[in-house]
């Protein structure tokens, strides 16, 4: 398709004027000068584009659609600004805090409570009757803090559990005392239990075990304590504590036959 672009011609209309006195001849024989072509103007193009390349021109307000989106700020850079600065003040904070607790370990030299049983009771274990009882165990506990400058506060809200494998027999708590540095603290706490029932396994078990004199239970106790720093005290830290204890009896008599305790923090 050929797209030719011309100035339009000027055609004449009227008859050409003639010098006065002459006269006009409508002889056939003689036909008017023809007029030339004018020149096309300057900057004029012809442009031969195939049918085939021709495409619609998309609508006039999509240019402004993408001015206004182009002239839009991104959100993205702000976001990304406030998250990379959050990081940094974690890390900051981080850092400082591991600075602190390091400098703390250097000055104090912090050790580990160590704890112990000292002594088991038994009332109320019946091994012949198979109807429900209320076992009770008086039992001794030995609370060692080696710290030199540091405290322990023992708070209310402990637990102390005895059981035999996966049967719960007592339940107590430990008293509420603070401990004081290079100190070792021997209390008695009483357990008590309600409508213990033992099935015919457990009880034949526990018997075979009691003539063998090695009668064995578990104590779970579970403290929540607060560590005294010279004059700073710590956020509430809970310490479980657990004992396997094996008796030669099941009477206020019984001694101990074998002991070993374990215990772990929970910082948070």
């Not at 036909?31 to 900057?43: Q, R, S």
């Not at 182009?70 to 990304?80: E, H």
């Not at 009896?249 to 101990?256: C, D, F, G, P, R």
Request: net charge positive.
């Amino acid at each position: 398709m050929a797209t030719t672009v011309k100035r339009p011609e000027k055609k004449s209309s009227e008859a050409p004027l003639l010098p006065a006195g002459s006269a006009q001849s409508s002889s056939p024989s003689s036909p008017p000068p023809a007029e030339k072509p004018l020149p096309a103007p300057p900057g004029t193009y012809v442009i031969q584009v195939p049918k085939d390349q021709i495409f619609s021109y998309p609508p006039p307000e999509n240019a402004n659609n993408f001015q206004k989106l182009s002239s839009r700020k991104p959100r993205r850079s702000c976001c990304r600004l406030c998250v990379c600065y959050t990081i940094f003040v974690l890390f900051l904070v981080i850092v400082a805090a591991a600075i602190s607790a390091g400098v703390l370990y250097l000055v104090y030299r912090p050790k580990a409570p160590k704890y112990a049983v000292l002594d088991v009771a038994i009332r109320g274990l019946n091994l012949t009757s198979p109807s429900a009882m209320s076992p009770e165990f008086d039992v001794s506990i030995r609370a060692e803090n080696p710290n030199k400058k540091i405290g322990i506060y023992y708070l209310s809200g402990s637990e102390i559990q005895v059981s035999h494998g996966d049967v719960g027999l007592s339940n107590g708590a430990l008293p509420v005392f603070y401990q004081p540095s290079k100190n070792v603290t021997v209390f008695q706490t009483a357990l008590k239990g309600s409508d213990v029932v033992l099935s015919d396994d457990v009880r034949l078990a526990m018997a075979n075990e009691l003539r063998k004199g090695n009668v064995p239970f578990r104590l779970n106790i579970k403290a929540p304590v607060k560590i005294k720093v010279g004059s700073v005290k710590t956020w509430k830290i809970t310490v479980k504590v657990k004992c396997d204890v094996a008796v030669d009896a099941l009477n206020q008599q019984s001694k101990i036959v074998s002991k070993d305790c374990d215990y772990s923090v929970k910082l948070w």
